[in-house]
Each structure stands twice: as structure tokens, then as C-alpha cells.
């Protein structure tokens, strides 16, 4: 297993590992489907923000798992509003056909003024922001070296003291995870598909 920086032409792979993993709430918020392009498009803001960042784990070829883990989440705001993605989203969501009703778009909005509020609230920027591994390989450690793979950019390239994340208090196996490497929870709060638990990891 390799843990590295993710390559713009992998962000498609990884796109899909994310729609597998987090099935429910592309279902909750978009009723079905999302479109890869358009996942991608968020992976690829991840990676123009902070290419460090965004990792994966490769195996025979395959990427198997990633990590995002900013060491401040500014840097996403500058980078979607920056000009040139702007025009690139634009035209991918309309390549798409990805019809958004005015309710997704409220809950998404609340969502990120959640978010907000939240990082504020607890004064950490730095955060592992989205982690999954594809269901094909669960259980054999992938999680755990990825996760680790974000605390040590965030910890010794990065400087940061304090790591923050957020889990949904049913995802028991997450839960434990980031507990066997120091997390505690420090908090709750909720979006509008239900309650998350706040966690941090201290230096």
C-alpha cells in the first residue's frame, strides 16, 4: 500500500469511491445520482487549494482510499470563487445536467453557514475534512494508515496543534478509529441530515 498525493487524472477514481461511501447523503440532498463531473469538481477544489492535502491509497494500481485533511479551509472559499473555477464549474454542472431544486440549495447553504459556525466555534482550521475507503477493501487498514497519512501533514509539514473532525455518532466503526489515535469528542452539532459529533486531536 501506497500513501500519496493524488494525481489530477485520478480525481475521477477517487470521485467514485466517494459516491460509494457516502451514498446516503448525495441521496438525502440530491435524490438520487450524483454525477461523477460533479464530484470531481469538488475533489479538484480540494486539490488546486491544497494539493498536499488530498491523498490516496494506491494498491496494484488502484486507488483504494483517500484522505482530505486542510490545514485551513479559507483556502477552499478563495480557490471556488477565484475566477478561473468558477468559469470550470460552470460549465461542468452544465455539461451535467445537474438540476438543483431551490430546497437542495437551502440545505446546502445552511450546511455551509453550519460549518462555519462550527469552525469558529472551536478555533481549529486545520481538520481531516473527508476520509472514505472503498467497501472492497474495508477492514484491512486503509482507514487507519490514511488517517494517519493526515495527521502526520497536518502535524509536522503543516504545524498544527490541534485537529479537528466531525463522524455521525452512528458510524461506530469511524468512531473507534479516531478514538484508537487520540481523538475526543469535544462537542456535537447538527446539519440538516442529522447530529454529528465534534472531535479533536491535541499535540
Given at each position: 500500500?501506497?500513501?500519496r498525493q493524488v494525481r489530477k487524472e485520478e480525481l475521477e477514481q477517487v470521485a467514485e469511491i466517494f459516491a460509494e461511501v457516502f451514498n446516503d447523503s448525495i441521496h438525502f440532498y440530491f435524490s438520487g445520482k450524483l454525477?461523477?463531473?460533479v464530484i470531481s469538481l469538488w475533489l479538484l477544489l480540494a486539490q488546486l487549494a491544497e494539493p498536499e492535502a488530498l491523498q490516496v491509497a494506491e494498491e496494484d494500481q488502484f486507488i483504494r482510499g483517500y484522505v482530505f485533511s486542510p490545514s485551513e479551509t479559507s483556502g477552499?472559499?478563495?480557490t471556488a470563487l477565484s475566477g478561473s473555477f468558477l468559469s470550470h464549474s460552470v460549465k461542468t454542472l452544465i455539461r451535467s445536467n445537474l438540476r438543483l431544486p431551490l430546497s437542495t440549495l437551502r440545505a446546502l447553504l445552511s450546511n455551509k453557514m453550519w460549518f462555519w459556525r462550527?469552525?469558529?466555534q472551536h478555533g481549529s482550521p486545520a481538520r481531516i475534512l473527508?476520509?472514505?475507503v472503498s467497501t472492497c477493501v474495508r477492514g484491512q487498514g486503509y482507514g487507519r494508515r490514511l488517517l494517519k497519512a493526515g495527521i502526520e501533514y497536518l502535524r509536522?509539514?503543516?504545524g498544527c496543534p490541534v485537529i479537528?473532525?466531525?463522524v455521525r455518532p452512528h458510524n461506530i466503526p469511524a468512531r473507534r478509529l479516531y478514538e484508537s489515535l487520540g481523538f475526543v469528542k469535544i462537542g456535537e452539532t447538527r446539519d440538516a441530515q442529522g447530529p454529528w459529533l465534534i472531535m479533536q486531536l491535541n499535540s
Open positions: 500500500m501506497l500513501i454525477p461523477t463531473q477552499l472559499w478563495r462550527t469552525n469558529r473527508s476520509m472514505g509536522h509539514k503543516k479537528t473532525l466531525e
